[in-house]
Every structure is written in structure tokens, then in C-alpha cells.
């Protein structure tokens, strides 16, 4: 599938057709599932995945099978089943809530934060902690997300870790003005039962970087733990 390098689509999109494929009357032997990097792996065999079941496509790969399961396009109750047999798989179902948390994108190519420093000490003065997510395993970032009550993030894939938020759980999105697809989390925390509002953020024409509206984020997140 298209895109199944990103880490949003890998979980949201395919990982649900997966748990389809899993419920069929035929249990597969073999999985074809593209671009594979340590985390998918590490995803997959949490979902009863083995090395040996993967087969990798490539241009030249020729499959031939008695019998295929092509799941559809998965549903809301697919997405729920994947949060909580992951949740349960990588050992977060029971954790204390609390915590308040700020996913930064400060290492990544697009939608930076020019003015992080100051987001930073706003957030940190109201006991929210910063995750770097690309330095944490999935187990880690399952269970960051998993003990928020509040979370805090510019639009982006680390957003695809709200399948282990807690049903109730308040986002506060800063999302860039203009972006085409800026309902696509409030849609998933709808899915998942979560509290999402929006934060629009101006951007620099390149869009690399993006200035966070310190007024507009602090009153969304007064509201958020209120």
C-alpha cells in the first residue's frame, strides 16, 4: 500500500485491515506487507506476527496462493479492536493516568515549531512533559500516551499514537492555517472517543516551520484541564 513508510498510515490505515485479515475463516500463513521498517516489525509480532510469516513485495515478486484474503477498507470497530489488542499486547492496559504531555516534531523535516522554547515553558509551567516519540520503542510511546489526560502536539505523525489514548483524553492539535487535511485527528478522537480541539498556527511560506499562537494554545489548554 501507498505510503505504508509513514508511521500514521502503517497504524491507522493498514494495521486495521490487518486485525480484518486475522478474524477471516482462512488464517493466513503468510502476510504481504510493504516496507517494513524495526518498529512495524516490532508492531506486527505484538499482533501474533512472525518473521517467517512476512513476505516482503518487490517488482520482480511473483505470488501465487490457493486461497487470498483481501480485507476491505476497516470500519470504526476495527480501529478500536487494533487500540485495545495493542494496548493489551504491549503491556499498558492498567497504567496510572495524570500525566500531561507535549509531543514535539524539534528533529523532524516539516511543521517545526519556531517558537518552541516558549511553547515549552508554557506548557512546562502547567506540568506538561516534552516526548521526543522517534526516542522511545513502541512500548514506550504506548504508555506515554496511555497515561495523559492531556496531550499537546503539532500536526503530525506522532499524532497516530492517540489509538492508546484512554477513552475521555483532551488533545489541543496546533494545526497549520490552511492545511488540507486538518480533520483527519479530530476524526480519529471522535473515533476513539477523545476530546480534540484545534489550534491554528501561521506557517512560513515553505511550511517547514510554524510560529505556535502562545494566547490561543494557553487558553486551549486551560479549557482542556478545565
Same mark, same amino acid.
Given at each position: 500500500m501507498r505510503c505504508s513508510h509513514n508511521f500514521y498510515h502503517?497504524?491507522?490505515?493498514?494495521?486495521? $485491515?490487518?486485525?480484518? *485479515?486475522q478474524r477471516a475463516e482462512v488464517?493466513?500463513?503468510?502476510?504481504l506487507i510493504d516496507s517494513l521498517s524495526s518498529r512495524q516489525r516490532q508492531v506486527l509480532e505484538a499482533l501474533g506476527v512472525t518473521a517467517s510469516q512476512i513476505v516482503q513485495p518487490h517488482c520482480q515478486l511473483l505470488v501465487e496462493a490457493n486461497v487470498a484474503v483481501l480485507p476491505s477498507f476497516p470500519g470504526p470497530a476495527a480501529l478500536r479492536e487494533l487500540s485495545e489488542r495493542l494496548t493489551t499486547a504491549l503491556g499498558a492496559t492498567n497504567v496510572a493516568g495524570? $500525566?500531561?504531555?507535549?509531543?514535539? &516534531? $524539534?528533529?523532524? &523535516?516539516? &511543521? $517545526?515549531?519556531?517558537?518552541?522554547?516558549?511553547?515549552?515553558?508554557?506548557?512546562?509551567?502547567?506540568?506538561?512533559?516534552?516526548?521526543?516519540?522517534?526516542?522511545?520503542?513502541? *512500548?514506550?510511546?504506548?504508555?506515554? /500516551?496511555?497515561?495523559?489526560? /492531556?496531550?499537546? *502536539?503539532?500536526?503530525?505523525?506522532?499524532l497516530a499514537n492517540l489509538l492508546f489514548a484512554r477513552p475521555g483524553t483532551r488533545i489541543v492539535e496546533i494545526v497549520p492555517a490552511g492545511r488540507y487535511n486538518a480533520t483527519l485527528y479530530p476524526e480519529l478522537s471522535?473515533?476513539?472517543?477523545?476530546?480534540?480541539?484545534?489550534?491554528? *498556527?501561521?506557517t512560513a511560506r515553505t511550511r517547514q516551520v510554524l510560529t505556535a499562537p502562545l494566547d490561543d494554545v494557553a487558553r486551549a489548554v486551560k479549557e482542556a484541564l478545565n
Open positions: 502503517w497504524l491507522i490505515d493498514i494495521l486495521p $485491515r490487518l486485525t480484518l *485479515a488464517k493466513p500463513d503468510l502476510y495524570g $500525566r500531561r504531555l507535549y509531543i514535539s &516534531r $524539534r528533529h523532524a &523535516r516539516t &511543521r $517545526r515549531v519556531r517558537n518552541e522554547a516558549s511553547l515549552e515553558r508554557l506548557l512546562h509551567g502547567q506540568g506538561f512533559h516534552t516526548a521526543l516519540m522517534e526516542q522511545h520503542n513502541l *512500548a514506550e510511546q504506548c504508555r506515554l /500516551v496511555r497515561e495523559a489526560d /492531556v496531550i499537546v *502536539a503539532v500536526h503530525g505523525a506522532g471522535r473515533l476513539l472517543g477523545l476530546d480534540h480541539r484545534i489550534v491554528s *498556527a501561521p
